[in-house]
């Protein structure tokens, strides 16, 4: 089921678009009987062309010539094309399918190609694409661009193979189970897109570079489209539970905001407590993030934390204006949580939002609460604009926390704890968490009715189109990894 080499560049690229690369190159080793087997091309197709008009550069192993394992001349091959993208400004797509480093050609080749990833970085969108094996230090070079896409049950990606762990270690585990796509898409987080075939994956890729521009120095693509700008969905009124503890899909929001309800998603199936991903409004791409109260009450924790604060840097990156649609409680409690580090990785998202440069908008929709709306784009953060909707609640804390903490003595000695308990939580409320009061302090900018959060986020962003800040002096950040 799978497509070859060439398949996967010719439907990657417009008809008749791609120009190919070192068609002849071949490699020097003579080691092993390698002599004997010079496949002219050396197990991967490389070169440029248009996709959707556009010109994009990209590299597809072929597992059908010696594994497509990367050997000098394999390696001298893929640096050259994104050297290529690199200088010209443009995409950079890698279709992996390999057998992993060339054994017989000794150490060294894999590493020009992670250098050039990492030199890459941040200049065009690197987007990798795992549609077969992909073992060893290989993983690297996914690992370091923009996206990984895999096809589900026929690709994997592991530092080290089951036959490895089970001597090691005595585990025993398919490949699927251990470097699958949906390993790599629900646990581990290092993949960001599955795909059920070849043929889905990179008609997703194509949608994907539909979302980007061709550099750091262009603006990404608008389009236009039928979507009326002053659309009002009057269903948002209602989407809200009356119970501030009831879950609800935030999903529903996103697709009621953006262009013709059309969102795709990034890591859909890691941390599902956090949205991310990229849309439109008013034919002008976005980024996404928001809480989902649909799992773990919308609560931050470490992967999620992760999740968004990657998004948020690639989204500054590549110019790509950041709204936040806020429902947090905040952080996820326990004992575990702290012990996997949340103060590391929460501090990350707070680095991420604060450092992008591009237009940052945030919508409070429910809960907005300590530090973890801090994560989540509030004013003192950087935000450019704050809108809230009328059941929006910003505060410190909850207000049954608050009250805990400020009534301990006067509830402990009440009558009717609960009572007591319950009353000052709603006076506490009602004094303090309200959008108005957050208004009258400056840091909500609008309260808005649900149903205007469409017109009223495309005018902000049209206020927004020339932004532009100054870095401080500096060699560069040091984000808390």
């Not at 590299?59 to 001298?76: I, P």
């Not at 390993?183 to 897109?193: L, R």
Request: proline residues 5%; aromatic residues 8%.
């Amino acid at each position: 089921g799978k497509l070859t080499a060439r398949e996967r560049i010719e439907m990657l690229f417009d008809k008749g678009a791609f120009v190919e690369l070192d068609m002849f190159a071949q490699h020097d080793c003579h080691d092993f009987d390698m002599q004997q087997k010079r496949p002219l091309g050396d197990g991967v197709v490389g070169g440029w062309g248009k996709v959707n008009g556009r010109t994009v550069y990209a590299y597809a192993q072929d597992f059908t010539q010696l594994g497509g394992t990367v050997g000098f001349a394999h390696a001298k091959k893929v640096c050259n094309v994104i050297q290529l993208a690199r200088e010209t400004r443009s995409p950079i797509v890698a279709l992996l399918d390999s057998g992993g480093a060339r054994i017989q050609e000794g150490s060294g080749a894999y590493s020009q190609i992670f250098y050039e990833n990492i030199v890459t970085s941040g200049v065009v969108p690197q987007i990798s694409a795992v549609m077969g094996n992909c073992a060893g230090g290989g993983v690297y070079s996914p690992a370091l661009t923009d996206f990984v896409f895999m096809v589900d049950k026929t690709s994997q990606m592991f530092i080290t193979g089951p036959l490895v762990i089970k001597e090691a270690t005595g585990e025993e585990i398919t490949m699927q189970e251990l470097g699958g796509a949906k390993p790599h898409s629900q646990v581990s987080g290092v993949c960001d897109f599955v795909s059920a075939t070849d043929q889905d994956c990179i008609q997703s890729i194509r949608k994907l570079l539909g979302f980007l521009p061709s550099s750091y120095a262009e603006k990404p693509p608008s389009i236009s489209n039928d979507d009326d700008p002053e659309r009002r969905d009057d269903d948002l009124a209602r989407v809200l539970p009356q119970n501030r503890r009831t879950p609800f899909d935030m999903r529903k929001v996103i697709s009621s905001i953006v262009d013709n309800g059309d969102f795709l998603e990034v890591k859909a199936g890691f941390a599902r407590n956090m949205l991310t991903g990229f849309a439109r409004l008013n034919g002008q791409p976005v980024g996404i993030v928001a809480n989902q109260p649909m799992v773990l009450a919308g609560c931050l924790e470490t992967n999620s934390s992760d999740k968004a604060a990657k998004f948020y840097r690639t989204c500054d990156c590549y110019n790509i204006p950041i709204i936040c649609l806020v429902d947090v409680p905040g952080y996820l409690p326990g004992v575990a949580e702290e012990h996997k580090g949340i103060i590391r990785h929460g501090a990350k998202m707070l680095y991420g939002f604060t450092e992008a440069t591009v237009p940052k908008i945030t919508c409070v929709v429910r809960k907005a609460y300590g530090g973890a709306y801090s994560a989540m784009g509030s004013k003192a953060m950087g935000s450019d604009m704050v809108f809230a909707w009328p059941s929006a609640e910003v505060a410190i804390m909850g207000p049954e926390a608050a009250v805990s903490v400020l009534y301990r003595k006067e509830i402990e000695s009440a009558e009717d704890k609960a009572k007591l308990r319950r009353e000052k939580a709603d006076e506490y409320r009602e004094k303090f968490t309200t959008p108005y009061y957050g208004a009258s302090r400056q840091i909500i900018d609008i309260v808005i009715r649900p149903e205007e959060t469409r017109p009223i986020l495309i005018k902000a962003l049209e206020a927004l189109k020339g932004k532009q800040v100054a870095a401080p002096s500096r060699k560069h950040g040091n984000i808390p990894l």
